[in-house]
């Protein structure tokens, strides 16, 4: 018979596969009636020299009642194994003193029964009482002169293998539903992490879209103020301004077609996406920032080195934000953009005077949806970032970027 694990609203448990065979029940009436013939029709009884046939009736009796009081409860063996040893055992006990030299036969059932079915500890406990029980009554029944030496010791021994029979089945049986548990166990931490996995994506996809939204848009709104005011009287101011909206809303068509793109596609380098930004794109994205009036101005400390792709994109972003904010709340700021190149993190700052000179920046405290998304983007790879306005006016920036950093 093959076992698996089983769950239902009963609980859960190692219970018998039995596609194709007899399902436990009937294994169990099986068992009990063929125990309850062996005892009916091999009864060893112990008849005096004169014996009525009265007396031979109510003997027969007895043995018979007896006979089914051994196997009948075995029905129960699964669900009750204890009380069936013990009911068994009684009955077993009675015969084998007052009527007949009883077979072990159901006892050495019930016995396997409770070493199988029941927990581990009763099982132990029941199965140590039993032996001693049983070895203390043969030996009773050995210096009474019932029984011969010999029975004793095959019956002690039969005991003893049935016992450790089953307590080898039940250690089987608990390995095996261990091991279901634990491959249970995997499984749903292998859902878990991939739902992890799945939000993290999510999270990371919207923050690009907010980024790139946030910075397409606002440049577009300002140069399509601009080129709407200066159109009567100065026509090239907005023609640059058609230009400049025509530059972002294409390197925003580019950006979203890759995100798009890793949206419909297992593979996120999949043919016709093109990589993401990082610091070597800070050329093409001052630009579109000067031409929307802010005054940027970069300064860079030594060189890249090759920064690994997840935290060259972040450095991108937290630029491209802070460089978005000035040009919607300071668009005549002068901003100062400072790259640091370290052997162990890459510090970048970006501050401005607020506009005219005034301080006209309105950020507040830093606590707008942009800044919350480049904090989280610098905390995503083990970064320090700090955000807020500058003593003198205007507002700063700084994200500091460990090189040794990953993504967590």
């Known amino acids: 018979m093959h076992y698996g694990v089983v769950h239902g609203p009963g609980g859960g448990g190692i219970r018998p596969v039995t596609a194709g065979r007899l399902s436990p029940a009937a294994v169990d009436r099986l068992l009990a009636g063929c125990v309850t013939v062996v005892l009916l029709i091999n009864p060893q009884v112990q008849v005096g020299t004169e014996q009525s046939e009265q007396q031979s009736g109510l003997l027969g009796v007895a043995v018979g009642v007896l006979a089914l009081a051994q196997g009948v409860p075995l029905l129960w063996r699964r669900r009750w194994p204890a009380l069936v040893l013990a009911g068994v055992g009684t009955a077993w006990l009675i015969a084998q003193v007052f009527v007949t030299l009883a077979s072990p036969l159901g006892l050495w059932v019930a016995l396997y029964s409770l070493m199988v079915h029941a927990p581990r500890r009763v099982a ?142 297992a593979d996120p380098v999949g043919p016709g996406l093109v990589p993401s930004p990082g610091l070597n794109d800070l050329e093409a994205l001052l630009t579109a920032a000067r031409s929307t009036g802010v005054d940027v101005r970069l300064e860079v400390d030594g060189t890249a080195g090759g920064l690994p792709p997840g935290l060259d994109l972040v450095a991108y972003r937290v630029v491209q934000e802070a460089l978005t904010n000035v040009a919607r709340h300071a668009a005549t700021a002068v901003v100062e953009v400072s790259i640091r190149y370290g052997d162990k993190e890459v510090v970048i700052d ?52 460990p090189l040794a950093g990953e993504e967590r």
């Open 124 to 265: 132990e406990l029941g199965g140590a009482a039993t032996i001693a029980g049983l070895g203390s009554l043969e030996l009773a029944l050995l210096y009474t002169g019932e029984t011969r030496p010999e029975g004793v010791v095959w019956l002690i021994i039969g005991t003893l293998v049935v016992a450790l029979i089953g307590s080898a089945v039940a250690d089987r049986r608990s390995r095996l539903a261990a091991l279901h548990e634990r491959a249970e166990f995997l499984e749903r931490e292998r859902a878990a992490l991939s739902r992890q996995a799945v939000a993290e994506e999510r999270l990371r996809i919207a923050r690009e879209l907010h980024d790139l939204v946030a910075h397409s848009l606002s440049t577009i709104a300002i140069q399509s103020s601009t080129g709407r005011l200066a159109l009567p009287e100065h026509p090239n101011v907005a023609l640059g301004a058609l230009e400049a909206i025509e530059l972002c809303s294409r390197n925003a068509t580019r950006e979203l077609r890759q995100l798009l793109g890793v949206l419909r596609q």
């Open 350 to 401: 970006v501050s401005d005077d607020g506009g005219d000179g005034a301080g006209a920046v309105t950020l507040g405290d830093g606590t707008g949806h942009g800044i919350i998304g480049m904090r989280e983007r610098v905390r995503s790879v083990g970064g320090e970032f700090t955000a807020g306005p500058r003593a003198g006016g205007g507002f700063r920036v700084t994200a500091r970027l």
